[in-house]
């Protein structure tokens, strides 16, 4: 943030307005918040003492308040991922007090390996399923929790619930409910004389199970922010276009969906991180990885899953890093184009 | 909120912020060169005096925690000086390992940690732990007082580098009704191939029963694949490597793997558990499977309680060679490094307390772990769970691990990859086997050659 928008902040705090009340409304009235920001031209004599007073007070008010999260930030975000970039260009086994340097050989190896297909393969079908799935599925929820029903209030309750639980509870839970031996699934195939697939141990399935249980649990996220959209919609728009003859189902695509584009936006953002961050139920529900080796999780392995290649793992961080950052600019450069704020 | 910050907070704030980055400062690898150095070689110990308080980092193997408690309790009794605060590290020797090599990072490790047998070469490779022999010798234990076979596994570059503690083989476990109702002897079977004719009558046997799915089961292939297919290997002459030489695509490995998954595709009667084989044993969904003895206690007091009947053998044979074909498996205990003098001398004597005669009995008792120490006293552990006899008498059939199991980092991981592809995705045994060999390789020229000393 540089110094003309600090200037621009105080301009609106209580104290400032004292000294020209009448310009400041103005200013505020006339000036949309982004070009608030332009200098002002220097006061005369006394008057602008004071303000440079004041200025350098509330400036440093501004640092006070800011720098403690700056300085957060800086070391718990930027610097380990400085020193993952760092870590990223050695041989290095986890544990070990010494490592070589290997330049961009992580890289090369990562992406000349079977691996790399696998992995990115694996990290593709997760999270545009998961994404997408829980995206759909928690419109179609919105839109049911959206109309008059008795127990709403409850049934919204119900589906949010997953979405606050702890994910390695989740796991271990579904975990029970797919195992083939005495799970609930494989005791309900039993009754219709079915024996149960084999979820854990086929990689297909595997990844199936992953992504079934993540859905389901995100699925409550995805629906409540929906809801929140859906309610903003005004509802005279809709009574006019009813009015004017247009079927549900074109009132929900020529309406409500362009209504809702500010919303899918944000919650494709936020699922999509959050989907190629995903870590606990695949941690929990295959812990060595068979067919569900994502991004995340590979680098979780390389390191800890007793390969103990922590510069090789770092390197895969960095790729997810890479790949993470890339996807949210590219959203934010041209879906957000397409985007209506009402 | 446009009170000002009085310059005294802001200073404090900021001074409380740089404190905190000097804190997340901690050590990364340094690439000088160098590497590790060996401490325990310039130190007088008779001059040091035990620290009063370490850490022991387990994972309770075998249900132990109780026991391991009762241990520490008995060490306190016999060491009033010293204080052992026990830690879990995790439920399984992985997540342990993980806790200690990433507390590597920090200032603060655990002193005494469980090692699994694929965990203390890599440990004594890194330099994170300690040669025990001049500490054993300060303390006046010797190597001798363990089971020869035992701690022979902790030996590398002329130099011992854990003591045996929670030391386990697998076992054949099967249920006793279900091979009577086969009409086959209520016995394990002496080779493969004989449970090979027994298997499909086991299997007709219980067609109608609801839920059965298979005369065997393998055990879940993450963490038990690379161990107990071994057996099977050895049994036919082949193995995953001889020492450092990568046998797993060799002839005889080939087929003893084709033979395992046959048994699971074409001839039906065997099944790969998702989890956990003895559970599936001691639902009645499948006859017979191969754990752990550190399940032994466990498993026949759930048998009977649920008034099953379980039985317990010994590992069967192979057409090449009918013995020994049976791997040691389990932890050791191993001394922290980057500790002081004094902690690491409190470390041995505790190490060495809790392997003793008396130790050893106790945990054996509870668990079913085999008695690490030559002398411990098992007649009364016998007398009251007389299966207890098959692993003491297995010990002296077993067969030392292959290294490309227990040496190579991620070779566990990597057996369990292809073992995945072969029993469970019906995969070519040769190519996967050959691609299996060509990643071993890979492990060993690149993490293990360069740091193995001459």
């Keep these: 943030m540089g110094r003309s928008d600090i200037g621009a902040a105080t301009q609106r705090t209580p104290t400032t307005t004292r000294s020209n009340p009448a310009r400041l409304a103005t200013a505020d009235a006339v000036l949309p918040p982004g070009e608030a920001a332009l200098p002002r031209p220097p006061r005369p004599g006394l008057e602008a003492r ?45 544990g070990a007090a010494s490592a070589t340097s290997v330049g961009l050989g992580n890289y090369v190896e990562f992406f000349d390996s079977p691996d790399a297909s696998a992995v990115l393969g694996v990290t593709a079908i997760f999270t545009v399923t998961t994404v997408g799935g829980a995206m759909a599925l928690g419109l179609l929820v919105a839109l049911t929790l959206n109309q008059r029903l008795k127990g709403r209030t409850f049934a919204r309750a119900v589906v949010f619930a997953p979405y606050v639980l702890s994910g390695v509870g989740v796991g271990l839970v579904w975990l029970f ?36 249980v993540y859905i389901w649990k995100n699925l409550g996220y995805c629906a409540v922010v929906y809801l929140a959209g859906l309610q903003s919609v005004p509802p005279q728009l809709l009574e006019a276009a009813s009015l004017d003859g247009a079927s549900s189902a074109r009132r929900f695509v020529s309406i409500v969906v362009p209504l809702l584009s500010p919303t899918t936006f944000f919650l494709l953002i936020t699922t999509l ?43 895969i961080s960095v790729v997810l890093f890479l790949a993470l950052l890339i996807m949210t600019a590219v959203q934010l450069r041209f879906v957000e184009r397409k985007v209506h704020y009402s | 909120m446009s009170a000002p910050l009085s310059r005294k907070s802001f200073l404090t704030l900021t001074g409380a912020s740089l404190g905190a980055a000097a804190l997340a400062a901690c050590a990364g690898p340094s690439t000088s060169g160098g590497g590790t150095t060996d401490k325990s070689t310039s130190i007088d110990w008779s001059k040091i005096k035990p620290a009063a308080t370490i850490s022991f980092m387990s994972s309770h193997p075998g249900k132990s925690r109780e026991t391991e408690l009762k241990l520490i309790e008995a060490f306190h009794a016999a060491n009033p000086d010293i204080t052992v605060n026990l830690i879990t590290g995790g439920s399984n020797y992985e997540e342990v390992a993980q806790k ?90 002496a080779t493969w191939s004989e449970f090979s004719e027994w298997a499909p009558k086991i299997k007709a046997a219980q067609n109608s029963a609801s839920g059965y799915q298979n005369a065997y089961q393998y055990p879940a292939i993450a963490g038990y694949a690379g161990w107990t297919l071994q057996n099977v290997l050895w049994g036919m002459g082949g193995s995953w490597s001889k020492e450092w030489e990568i046998t797993a695509d060799a002839a005889a490995s080939v087929s003893a793997m084709q033979w395992v998954q046959d048994s699971i595709v074409k001839d039906g009667w065997a099944g790969v558990s998702s989890k956990n084989a003895i559970t599936d044993l001691q639902a009645g969904a499948v006859s017979a499977t191969i754990s752990s003895s550190a399940d032994l206690t466990a498993t026949l007091k759930a048998a009977k309680e649920a008034n099953m009947r379980i039985g317990v053998g010994f590992l069967p044979g192979g057409p090449v060679s009918a013995s020994p074909v049976c791997p040691t498996g389990g932890s050791g205990l191993v001394v922290a ?19 003793n005669a008396q130790s050893a009995a106790t945990l054996s008792a509870a668990t079913g772990y085999m008695p690490v120490a030559k002398d411990a006293d098992i007649s009364a552990i016998v007398a009251q769970t007389p299966e207890f006899a098959t692993v003491v008498d297995q010990l002296k059939v077993t067969r030392t691990q292959d290294f490309a199991k227990t040496f190579l980092p991620g070779g566990d991981q990597e057996l369990a990859k292809a073992a995945t592809k072969i029993m469970n995705e019906k995969a070519e045994v040769k190519a996967t086997l050959s691609d299996l060999r060509a990643a071993l390789e890979t492990i060993y020229t690149k993490d293990v050659k360069p740091k193995l000393k001459s």
């Design chain 1, 177 to 212: 409910i797919f195992d083939p031996t005495y799970g609930v699934l494989s005791w309900m195939l039993r009754g219709i004389g079915q024996l149960s697939p084999q979820w854990v141990n086929d990689p297909k399935l595997a990844l199936v199970m992953v992504i079934l």
């Design chain 2, 100 to 189: 200690f090599q990433t507390a590597q990072a920090g200032t603060e490790v655990p002193d005494v940690v469980v090692a699994s047998d694929v965990w203390w070469f890599r440990y004594a490779v890194s330099g994170t732990v300690l040669a025990l022999d001049e500490l054993l010798n300060a303390v006046g234990v010797s190597t001798s007082d363990y089971a020869p076979g035992l701690i022979s596994d902790y030996e590398y570059n002329n130099k011992q580098w854990a003591v045996p503690y929670a030391r386990s083989t697998p076992l054949f476990y099967f249920n006793k009704d279900h091979f009577k109702a086969a009409g086959v002897p209520e016995r394990a079977p």
């Design chain 2, 337 to 355: 490094s980057k500790t002081a003098p004094e902690r690491q001398l409190a470390a041995a004597k505790f190490v060495t307390f809790v392997t």
């Design chain 1, 273 to 315: 991180l959050s989907s190629l961050q995903a870590f606990d139920i695949i941690r929990i529900m295959t812990p060595s990885g068979n067919g569900t080796s994502t991004l995340i999780f590979d680098s979780y392995l390389q390191a800890f899953g007793s390969y103990n290649r922590a510069g090789y793992s770092a390197a």
């Design chain 1, 50 to 94: 004071r303000w440079n007073k004041r200025s350098r007070r509330d400036a440093l008010v501004f640092v006070a308040f800011a720098a403690p999260n700056v300085l957060l930030i800086l070391l718990f975000t930027y610097r380990p991922l400085i020193t993952n970039i760092y870590y990223s260009t050695l041989d290095w086994t986890l």
